[in-house]
């Protein structure tokens, strides 16, 4: 048992160490074994705060990591001006992070699950980190490979419901981080700013059945959120070191100002977080309304552009 212990121990300073130079940021990426050993601290005044952000429900009740309350991303949207999965108004957003235990005193474990692409359950995690992050919580980690990855390192899932105390929010949030659709265009263009689309090159290119309009904002590049994520597990990260001269080739280095969107807001909150809290970009925003507002917004007269290639590559 001791030797288990150590070898976990071991194993989670290496994975740890691999996610420089941020790994011991206040909002970054953990190991389920870490997060496990947090979890179960005899302490229970020093436990995390555990959310598990799925959309699905039933998922919630066939399993999860111990001590998570379920806080379903898309409960934090909905319709505004006709236009569908907006965030809500800050009095409505807080009371849903209250109703879910968040806590500026406390660290935040948040998770979904994890399988090869289609999956994409890590959006709706790093949509709920942004959320935190906007509304101020500084303290949060994303563990890495979700549920999925629990179950490889043989931890048990548990199924008893847990609800967290009502929470306490910090005075002052980080409105900063987001970007609205003014931001977006007084933004490209400009030397040293750069704007990304996190959906699928097809989307960017406008070849799908999705959207109302087709294509991306002019002067957007396509880098899409699953080339930063491990092939058989899209909520597990690739290190930084390793997708580091992807990103260069891009264009999206540390010393340009970046703004990300898609089509919900969900990629291009991935993005935000590993390019601010894995790879440590110091100017990194999410425009909230995303494809689906631009296309509405003016009577449907803001440019769009069809085609392209993905960068960097």
Known sequence: MIMKNILLTLAAATWLAAFTPNAFADIGVISPAEAKKLIENPDAAKRP????????????????LPTAHHLEFDTLRGTDHAVPVQYLPDDLTKALLLRAGVDKDRLHLVYATGAELPNDEILSTSMVVYVLEKFGVQNIKVVDGGLAEWKKQGFEPARDYFGNPPGKLPAKGNPGVAANVDDVQKHVGKPGNVLIDARPLNEYQGDDDVWLRKGHIPGAISFHWARLMEKDNTHKFKPFAEVKAELEKAGITKDKNIIAYCGTSREGSLL????????GYPN??????????????????????????????
Do not use: M
């Open 49 to 64: 705060i555990v959310l598990d952000t799925r959309g699905g429900y039933k998922d919630y009740f066939r399993g999860h």
């Open 272 to 279: 935000l977080f590993y390019l601010k809290h894995v790879a």
């Open 284 to 313: 990194v925003r999410l425009y909230e309304g995303a494809w689906k507002e631009y296309v509405w917004l003016k009577n449907k007269s803001l440019p769009a552009e069809t085609g392209g290639q993905a960068a960097g590559k």
